[in-house]
């Protein structure tokens, strides 16, 4: 049921803070150390682990891309992100040190599950991230690690994203636990930070409405740009995936940096580009470099719509929107920038009059490779 709301979508949008909850739910022993009851892989081969490879498609994929920047800053074991169908057919580098973690809403993606079936052939474990309890890819993993979002209706992912990359982070954390990369009492700050999520997307969504407003005045966009440095580069190609699958436009996510080996040839008077921008209260000048970029698409003639921490008074100049968020550590941020891209793509394709849970040519799992 909708629950009241207009789509599904819109309800799972609004679901978004309970599934990242539920997914964080009882996962620490009363020590406060994280147990993840459900990964059945001997602790042994974890610590061996050298190398983890993310098989995912679509948004799952993207989910991978976040939590490669965690994962790495994290447990110091190199992340490679592929697309199942990719991996599965370029003769992939596996051994036994290697856990692939497939990520599926699903479970049911058959180039996941031909990707998972492939690493296990090469001797790699298999830790599966996955939403629909009793489905395929779960029966076929060593290990299953649940996302609590609930049943996804919709056919674009919303809620499953976001509970992948919080289910990925506990992944994370727990093997930094593991094998010692963290110390105990920076796990449990990392876990509190992550507690502190749904109350800020639920935020997040109740500031929905301005972002409603200026899609629904971009009715006849017929090409966005997204742009984000960091976590914030898959947070814009899922922006832009959105906004293909629910609104039929042409849109492109590009990581910031790579601008001016390319993509700022498509910039012209009044193109509309979407920033996403890291927290400034963040190491590595990540700030200061995107300020630089959307001085540069400006310069160009870009409409700027700004996706910007509380506080953040250094983009006010340069953005012509501002859609601002509440303030979190930079590798959660993710989990706030992506909402006003739901909620634009999903208010877009409204205005355009497009049936929104049920995008033309789409199905909500694909099970043909
Ligand atoms: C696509 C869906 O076909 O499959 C996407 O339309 C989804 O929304 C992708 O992200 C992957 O699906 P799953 O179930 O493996 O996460």
Redesign the pocket.
Known sequence: EKGGFDSFMDKEIHDQPQAVADTLRGRTDASGALVLDDLRIDESVLRAVNKIIVV??????YSGHVAKYAIEHWCRIPVEVELAHEFRYRDPIVDEKTLVVA???????M??LMAVRHAREQGAKVISIV??HGST?PRESDAVLYTHAGPEIA???TK??LA?ITAAYLLGLYLAQLRGNKFPDEISTLLDDLRDMPRKIQTVIERGEYVRATARSMEDSDKVLFLGRHVGFPVALEGALKLK?LAYIHAEGFAAGELKHGPIALIDEGQPVFVVVPSPRGRDSLHSKIISNIQEIRARGARTLVIAEDGDDAVRGYADEIFWIPKAPTLLQPLLAVVPLQIFAMALATAKGLDVDQPRN?????TVE
């Not at 995912?56 to 994929?61: E, I, N, Q, W």
């Not at 789409?362 to 694909?366: D, F, G, N, P, Q």
């Open positions: 995912a498609c679509g948004t799952a994929a990520v599926t809403q699903s479970g049911e993606t180039d996941t939403n629909t890819i056919v674009a992912s499953a994203f992948q699958e789409l199905a909500k799992s694909v």
